[in-house]
């Protein structure tokens, strides 16, 4: 994996989900346009490299984020680590994986975030406490995996440009 | 690298994460990021420029006879605004009488800013291009023609982050009101409906009163369309009485029907704002940018 090109790549997403950043809102829901490259980068390196790129576009989603610092970069690589697992499974330029995926991993980060969101407050003994909102981090998490194959298509066409294409003789059962 | 040393370095970075995700206060995450946001501007703010164009937004400011009607109720809906704040501000003078404190149009104390960003984890935060040089400091009050935006978290480098009302932990104390015809006919009078409202962000654009049970809110006859202007000691005194935004439901709570649920909606979109205004507590002396200056009115 080409790691410089794998970061502009994340630093293009993240700039351009700011400068969306409430354009694209559906009925209070919004999408998170880093997770699907997240989930790409993921599922089509090896397992070392899906690994540690996932947790570093969380990190630079953190940076930008107004959640809680650390927190993408943990349910990224949470995310990653069933993914990777994945690979062998899927057919790694589907639309549908990618949909699917991206489902999965969202609701993974969506899980995380609802339980910080529930115990942070505690932990830092805050004098109100909001409950945490499962509808509306269910449907971010759905709208991002429908636009998950959006995202991956021309990212299928830039595997070669990101190091992400298989070498010959690769064995997947290895990975 | 073997894959048992990976295996310990990626767990390690997970757990650090973690800890930090859970554990390290907001107030020193925010002052890192808002050294950080302006790597993001030089992208994210020439994409904020071209939706807004292919949307077909104008620049405040800007005059086109053909939509003057519209220019026209804009202009009555900001001056509404300044109605309300203005005698919201009157009652609670009357209240704080023995207070020295600024007072009159917040306007003439605060400065404009062009917002550059978004949040891009979802939150209700906008990025606006500013910088500490420029007197801001976290805590600040942010403002637009139709009312409160949010307050100041940190201001960085190139760039503050704002915090918006309706973003989810956002707590401000607030008054139901109306604005509704004098009895003699003379001019509106800003009524206030008797309750004591704690507005919460709830995300997504939306704020939420829960503090209330139904007989308060029938009591005092909250409706639909009504106003929530602000009414809290913790804000200066020329922004009590702004507008936060107009009760769009009123509902009983699903798991306890004895309490109230209001949802309350800004008056305009905040996420879509391309220009705020920081209130910095000092007469405005800057001249502001081209984009925010309103036409000269005739005579």
Redesign the interface.
Same mark, same amino acid.
């Given at each position: 994996m080409r790691w410089w090109t794998v970061f502009i790549l994340g630093?293009?997403t993240?700039?351009?989900? *700011? /400068?969306? +950043?409430? &354009?694209l809102?559906w009925?209070?829901?919004?999408p #998170? %346009?880093?997770l699907p490259v997240a989930v790409f980068v993921a599922i089509n390196a090896r397992r070392?490299e899906g %690994?540690?790129g996932a947790?570093l576009l969380?990190?630079m *989603?953190? %940076? +930008?984020?107004?959640?809680?610092? /650390? %927190?993408?970069?943990?349910s990224y690589?949470?995310a990653a680590l069933f993914m990777v697992r994945a690979q062998p499974a899927v057919y790694r330029d589907h639309p549908l994986t990618h949909l699917v995926m991206t489902l999965g991993a969202a609701l993974v980060c969506g899980v995380v975030l609802l339980f #910080? *969101?529930w +115990?942070?407050p505690l932990? &830092?003994g805050a004098a109100?406490h909001?409950r945490p +909102?499962i509808l509306?981090v269910l449907g971010?998490a759905v709208y991002t995996a429908a636009l998950a194959p959006l995202i991956a298509w021309p990212l299928v066409r830039l595997k070669r440009s990101l190091g992400l294409t298989k070498p010959r003789g690769f064995s997947s059962a290895g990975a | 690298?073997t894959?048992f040393r990976?295996n310990h370095l990626?767990l390690s970075?997970?757990l650090?994460?973690?800890?930090?995700?859970?554990?390290?206060?907001?107030e020193p995450?925010d002052l890192?990021?808002a050294q950080?946001?302006a790597v993001?501007l030089?992208?994210?703010?020439?994409?904020?420029l071209?939706?807004a164009a292919v949307?077909g937004e104008r620049l405040v400011g800007e005059f086109d006879a053909d939509r003057a009607p519209a220019e026209a109720r804009e202009e009555i809906e900001r001056l509404r605004s300044q109605l309300v704040n203005a005698l919201g501000q009157i009652d609670e003078m009357r209240r704080r009488s023995a207070e020295r404190e600024l007072a009159g149009d917040a306007r003439k104390y605060s400065l404009p800013f062009r917002v550059?960003?978004?949040?891009?984890?979802?939150?209700d935060?906008l990025?606006v291009q500013a910088t500490a040089r420029d007197g801001l400091q976290a805590g600040m009050p942010v403002l637009n023609a139709k009312g409160v935006v949010g307050r100041v978290?940190a201001a960085g480098a190139m760039t503050a =982050?704002i915090?918006l009302i309706t973003? =989810?932990?956002f707590?401000v104390s607030g008054a139901f009101a109306r604005l509704q015809k004098r009895k003699d006919g003379q001019g509106e009078e800003l009524v206030r409906l008797g309750c004591s409202p704690l507005l919460?962000g709830?995300?997504?654009?939306?704020m939420g009163v829960t503090n209330l049970n139904i007989e308060q809110l029938e009591g005092a006859q909250v409706r639909p369309g009504d106003l929530l202007i602000l009414d809290d000691p913790d804000w200066p005194l020329m922004l009590q009485g702004a507008v936060l935004g107009e009760v769009e439901q009123v509902e009983r709570q699903a798991r306890h029907l004895q309490w109230a649920r209001v949802v309350v909606r800004p008056r305009v979109?905040?996420?879509?704002l391309r220009e705020v205004m920081v209130v910095v507590g000092k007469p405005a002396t800057a001249a502001p940018p081209v984009a925010s200056r309103q036409p000269r009115a005739k005579g």
């Open positions: 630093y293009v993240i700039c351009l989900q *700011q /400068g969306l +950043a409430g &354009h809102d009925r209070g829901f919004s #998170n %346009l880093v070392e %690994l540690m947790a969380g990190a *989603q953190d %940076l +930008a984020s107004q959640e809680a610092l /650390g %927190l993408y970069t943990f690589g949470l #910080n *969101q +115990a942070r932990l &830092h109100t909001t +909102a509306p971010s | 690298m894959r990976f990626f970075l997970l650090v994460s973690a800890t930090c995700a859970f554990l390290v206060p907001r995450a890192l990021r950080v946001d993001f030089p992208v994210a703010y020439p994409v904020r071209v939706v949307r550059a960003g978004g949040d891009p984890g979802g939150r935060a990025l978290t =982050r915090q973003d =989810r932990g707590y919460e709830m995300g997504g654009g939306r979109g905040l996420m879509q």
